[in-house]
């Protein structure tokens, strides 16, 4: 499964670099140019992660990281930035990037080290769900026709 990568960056060189080489390591990547773009595109639900510069105009990389949580979804997030901001692990954000990482290996790993954060977080979140009639498990049916 390739994972599909919202890419917010509004330095127009900086993205289409981060591009070619977010698709020479295997991802599918779209892109924006500043926060309020990344938050409406994020919105139509097409995206597994999140990579959010954390200094754009119109709404900051931390201000559309809040928005998505405060719906509860669980994406990954990666802010990519110049001066990582390494409090915002405590907040939402799955992973922090520093701009100035030359290492292709070390950006794929980080970024699919987050999107299995999430995918694990979705999993938890999944299974501590109530119980629904369609989701009992063979135990539970068992014990009803005993």
């Known amino acids: 499964m390739k994972i599909k990568i919202l890419y917010a960056e ?3 060189f900086t993205r289409k670099f981060e591009i070619r080489r977010l698709k ?18 994020y919105q139509k639900g097409r995206y597994d992660l999140l990579l959010l510069d954390g200094d754009m105009p119109k709404m900051q990389g931390e201000e559309v990281m809040r928005l998505v949580r ?5 994406i990954a997030i990666v802010m990519y930035s110049g001066l990582p901001d390494y409090s915002l692990l405590n907040e939402g954000v799955d992973e922090c990037i520093d701009k100035g990482t030359r290492n292709s290996q070390e ?3 980080r970024i ?3 999107f299995r954060r999430s995918q694990e977080r979705k999993e938890m979140n999944r299974l501590k769900a109530p119980k629904t009639e369609k989701r009992k ?4 049916r068992f014990k009803r026709n005993s």
């Open 10 to 12: 509004d330095d127009e």
């Open 24 to 41: 020479e390591c295997g991802f599918n990547v779209s892109s924006v140019e500043d926060g309020q773009e990344a938050w409406d595109e």
């Open 70 to 74: 405060e719906t509860g979804d669980d």
């Open 107 to 109: 950006v794929e790993w």
């Open 112 to 114: 699919k080290t987050a």
């Open 137 to 140: 498990t063979f135990w539970d």
